[in-house]
């Protein structure tokens, strides 16, 4: 009877002991407001609905910002779980869930007062046109990007922590005549800077693409964090909770 009574206790305590927490790390450059600063209020509303999803299934984030090339190459070794505002083509090799995090438009940052109309890739001759290091844009964009990256007459790369900062200042500086980023992230950081009398977003034609909270190929847990993203995202979806988020960053939902 006691040999029972254990063997009963033992498989209770079992069955009622929560799954192991894990932590989940995510990297990238600030890309606010998908993903901002991890110490303010803010964290940017991926980061928001990442804790969301995954506290609820026991798990913690810890997220931090790194520069976006450092972010892919430590992703990818495993070093760290996720990168958060990655698209396909950043990063074919990652898992990535269903369900994207947001959608990216490419749009111009011209100097106050100027004009540019994008039309094609042609809009771009005798242009300077500042991007981020090992950023992805648009198909059409990346081609040229890659084309003419030593080319400093064509295409200036930035890199590190504030890349789209350093290249709104080569704006104004008149060094570059054009700073291609997404249009959320370049409204948010021209506010931020208190650069409206300086700056100004134009957009163009260029294709919307969808950016993902992107999991690491050297995690063996990356599909199981991949499908509980997109159950959770879908469930935030429907109860209002993704809405509640996306409002406190002025935004609605991309869908």
């Keep these: 009877?006691?040999?029972s009574y254990l063997l009963a206790l033992i498989a209770l305590t079992f069955v009622s002991a929560p799954a192991r927490a894990d932590t989940?790390?995510?990297?990238?450059?600030?890309?606010?407001p998908y993903?901002?600063?991890?110490?303010?209020?803010?964290?940017?509303?991926?980061?928001?609905?990442?804790?969301?999803?995954?506290?609820?299934a026991g798990h913690q984030i810890d997220y931090q910002q790194l520069n976006?090339?450092?972010?892919?190459?430590?992703?990818?070794?495993?070093?760290?779980?996720?990168?958060?505002?990655?698209?396909?083509?950043?990063?074919?090799?990652?898992?990535?869930?269903?369900?994207?995090?947001?959608?990216?438009s490419n749009v111009f940052a011209i100097r106050k007062g100027e004009s540019f109309d994008y039309k094609d890739l042609s809009s771009l001759d005798g242009k300077v046109m500042a991007v981020v290091n090992d950023y992805t844009y648009a198909d059409e964009v990346n081609d040229y990007?890659?084309?003419?990256?030593?080319?400093?007459?064509?295409?200036?790369a930035a890199s590190g922590d504030s890349a789209l900062?350093?290249?709104?200042?080569?704006?104004?500086?008149?060094?570059v005549d054009l700073v291609l980023e997404d249009q959320n992230v370049l409204q948010n950081t021209i506010n931020e800077q208190k650069m409206e009398d300086k700056a100004s977003v134009v957009v163009g034609t260029l294709p919307v693409t969808q950016v993902y909270l992107?999991?690491?190929?050297?995690?063996?847990?990356?599909?199981?964090?991949?499908e509980l993203f997109d159950k959770g995202l879908a469930e935030m979806r429907s109860n209002g909770?993704?809405?509640?988020?996306?409002?406190?960053?002025n935004l609605k939902d991309w869908h």
Excluded: H
């Design 1 to 3: 009877m006691k040999k």
């Design 24 to 32: 989940i790390s995510i990297r990238a450059d600030i890309w606010c």
């Design 35 to 56: 993903n901002c600063d991890p110490k303010g209020d803010k964290p940017g509303y991926a980061i928001e609905i990442a804790k969301e999803i995954f506290g609820k």
């Design 68 to 104: 976006w090339a450092r972010a892919l190459e430590q992703v990818r070794t495993g070093a760290f779980t996720a990168a958060v505002g990655a698209a396909k083509t950043d990063a074919p090799d990652f898992v990535f869930p269903a369900a994207e995090v947001g959608m990216s």
């Design 145 to 156: 990007i890659t084309k003419n990256i030593k080319d400093p007459k064509k295409i200036q």
């Design 165 to 175: 900062v350093t290249n709104l200042n080569k704006l104004v500086a008149k060094r």
């Design 214 to 226: 992107a999991f690491s190929p050297a995690n063996p847990k990356s599909k199981e964090y991949a």
């Design 241 to 249: 909770k993704l809405a509640a988020i996306l409002a406190k960053y």
